[in-house]
């Protein structure tokens, strides 16, 4: 018998079932998007670092992480960045840089329709 993947975070459970409620009220695919990308085994998330979110990203988008960003490299424009997690390092490089960086939820309830959202990862 195949071994079922339940997520065992009460957080990231609540987060993944609200995805997916905003991405049929909303009609935005993203969200549902996000939400399977989470169901996924956390081992398999994406590692993000700094140079590359600079790399493909512009200052209108926002950058867009289900995984974890870490601080390697340089921020070179006021980008914001939603993820799941971040390092303690990337959050101090990022506010230097003047950008913004907040949970998945916060960019959910900022922006329903997620539209300009960049998925990096």
Known sequence: MAKQNKKTN?????????????????????????????EKPSRNWPVVNLDRISKYTSEKE???????????????????????????????????AGGRYMTIEELMKNNPDGKNIRILG
């Open 10 to 38: 009460p957080v990231l459970v609540s987060l993944i079932h609200e995805l997916k409620k905003q991405a049929n009220l909303n009609d935005a695919p993203i969200w549902k998007d996000i939400a399977l990308r989470l």
């Open 62 to 96: 926002t950058a867009l992480i289900p995984g974890k960003v870490l601080s390697d490299g340089v921020l070179t424009k006021k980008i914001s960045i939603a993820a799941w997690s971040f390092s303690k390092k990337a959050q101090e490089k990022i506010k230097k």
